[in-house]
């Protein structure tokens, strides 16, 4: 009921393609759903955020697609660059109840070729 | 932009020694966080810490773990006796305090610990 399962694993993507990330989850107490990501050595950064309320949020190149009903969310990378590469990972949270406990997915390392 | 900042970023520790990792947070935060996430697997939750207490914690949070905040900048988290599985990274975040939207949680570079 806590998990958030993510794939793929791994991910390689040409210059200029697009790189899709999906995540599902369970617990649909779930109501805050951010991507966040990781460069070697670093660690995780918040790259956009979604709320059930809305079914897609677009920041530049990065989208979320969120399917309430599926209890699925996506994130999708247009123009992927190789400064793209690195470690993806969606997480959940319900912020109902005073929890600020993220839960994370298993992450998708990304490549992009240049 | 200000940063969550933890130190050291990488402690070795002898099996049964106590270790301490180090972490300042965002100065206009006011809830913190400890994760880990052991090599190869997903960041864990461990415990979030507001206003002087603990607010929630996971079960790998047990009593050999401890968070504390010793004055207004630092929060550190203590492993008392330390177990080889507790060899991990460990990252402390920290977020604003909530006002109707939810605040993003900022987190640091990490503290590898490697226990032998």
């Known amino acids: 009921q806590q998990q958030v399962k993510q794939s793929p694993q791994s991910l390689i993507v040409q210059k200029g393609g697009i790189s899709i990330i999906n995540c599902a989850y369970e617990n649909t107490a779930f109501d805050y759903f951010p991507w966040y990501q990781q460069f070697p050595g670093k660690g995780p950064a918040l790259l956009i955020a979604?709320?059930?309320?809305?079914s897609e949020k677009k920041e530049g190149r990065f989208t979320i697609s969120f399917n309430k009903s599926a209890k699925q969310f996506s994130l999708h990378i247009m123009d992927s660059q190789p400064g793209d590469s690195a470690t993806y990972f969606c997480?959940?949270?319900?912020?109902?109840?005073?929890?600020?406990?993220?839960?994370f997915g298993k992450g998708t390392k990304l490549t992009v070729n240049p | 932009e200000p940063e969550v900042t933890q130190t050291p970023s990488h402690q070795v520790t002898q099996m049964g020694q106590e270790v301490i990792l180090r972490c300042v947070p965002i100065?206009?935060?006011?809830?913190f966080y400890w994760y880990r996430q052991i090599l190869g697997q997903k960041v864990e939750f461990l415990v979030s810490f507001y206003n002087n207490e603990i607010s929630e914690k996971s079960e790998i949070f047990d009593d050999q773990f401890s968070v504390e905040r010793p004055d207004g900048s630092n929060f550190t988290l203590k492993i008392r006796s330390t177990k080889l599985e507790d060899s991990a990274m460990y990252f402390c975040?920290?977020?604003?305090?909530?006002?109707?939207?939810?605040?993003?949680?900022?987190f640091g570079d990490g503290t590898r610990l490697s226990i032998l």
């Open positions: 979604i709320r059930p309320d809305v």
């Open positions: 997480a959940a949270k319900k912020t109902q109840g005073g929890s600020e406990k993220l839960v």
């Open positions: 100065s206009n935060h006011l809830y």
């Open positions: 975040a920290s977020s604003r305090m909530r006002q109707g939207a939810v605040q993003p949680q900022h």
